[in-house]
């Protein structure tokens, strides 16, 4: 090849590389650019269970669920994952698919909108008709805490139109759902609480599940409070920061409903929870969910050492526990 050749080659490489950066930067800055225009915006999760991972990854660690219609805030995108906040200040990555993105206004819509909480406590069905309820006519599952917006039909035999995060119409058993404000409105109720722990006694553990489905220690605390429209922070470690403190060696004076921390004697270190249910029994999940007792001559004794325990009762609206009514994310409170 001639010299003027071999120049002529340098120069197309030259440009080539110069096209390829371009090219490049042609697609990633779209990318920056959705990304800014997103970030502080709102969604809402569309299936029954949002899994959220510690890693913008599906093999990432579970760290927490989100439930169908909880508002969440956008953080950051990272591709097809969105870091996301939960109304407790909990973070996590949760797949674009999963959820429906809004913009202020949207949500300022969705928070006056006619919605209701799905309170039953086992899993639950919805459908395309009113009039049949077999497989082919599956909108979707839903679980206790799932809120759905309320559709304009009226009710029909039993059942009540709905309108899912993503828009999708369907009808629900009537019973199986309570107006918001009726839910996030309650008084503090024990019972209630520990009947749904009971519901779901034999439910697998999981590591980050925070649903009915299958839940960790302190997933089935969140679960079984949120039923009572009160939310308490994501871990057994900050949940045991927050109420009225009550110490170990006082066991016989804890109340039904009250949490009790098991951990680290020597440290003080938290690492699990149950909700106290009276006569030295407690609910909680290690394993599945089940009921065992605080007091060592008790056949269904298990050997945890016990610190203490929070009286949430009393305590709602004080840091980490926040009654659903009072906040601002659910209602347009001014």
């Not at 797949?95 to 639950?124: C, H």
């Amino acid at each position: 090849m001639s010299i003027f050749g071999v120049r002529i080659t340098r120069r197309m490489s030259k440009l080539t590389r110069k096209f390829t950066i371009l090219a490049a930067l042609l697609c990633i800055l779209p990318m920056f650019a959705q990304k800014s225009a997103q970030a502080g915006q709102w969604a809402l999760p569309v299936i029954s269970v949002a899994n959220m991972r510690s890693k913008p990854s599906h093999s990432a660690e579970l760290s927490s669920q989100a439930l169908m219609g909880m508002p969440v805030k956008l953080i950051e995108r990272q591709g097809d994952w969105w870091l996301s906040q939960t109304p407790e200040g909990y973070e996590g990555w949760i797949n674009r698919n999963s959820l429906a993105i809004m913009s202020a206004d949207e949500m300022k819509r969705w928070r006056s909108a006619d919605r209701a909480v799905v309170t039953s406590a086992y899993q639950t069905r919805c459908f395309r008709t009113p009039d049949s309820q077999s497989v082919n006519d599956v909108v979707s599952d839903l679980v206790n805490g799932d809120i759905v917006e309320l559709g304009h039909e009226k009710e029909t035999n039993g059942m009540t139109s709905i309108v899912l995060p993503d828009r999708r119409k369907a009808w629900v058993k009537s019973d199986d759902i309570t107006p918001i404000d009726e839910w996030a409105g309650q008084e503090f109720n024990a019972q209630k609480i520990l009947d749904m722990a009971r519901s779901m006694y034999g439910q697998p553990y999981l590591w980050g599940g925070t649903s009915t489905k299958s839940l960790d220690c302190s997933g089935l605390t969140k679960v079984c409070y949120l039923s009572n429209g009160i939310i308490l922070l994501r871990n057994a470690s900050q949940q045991a920061g927050t109420g009225k403190r009550i110490e170990a060696a006082d066991w016989r004076e804890f109340r039904p409903g009250d949490l009790v921390f098991f951990g680290n004697g020597s440290t003080g270190k938290v690492t699990h929870v149950g909700i106290y249910e009276g006569n030295g029994k407690y609910i909680h999940s290690s394993g599945m969910v089940k009921r065992n007792s605080l007091d060592k001559n008790a056949p269904d004794y298990l050997n945890l050492t016990l610190l203490n325990c929070v009286r949430i009762n009393g305590s709602q609206g004080n840091d980490g526990i926040t009654r659903a009514a009072d906040h601002p994310w659910y209602f347009n409170i001014k």
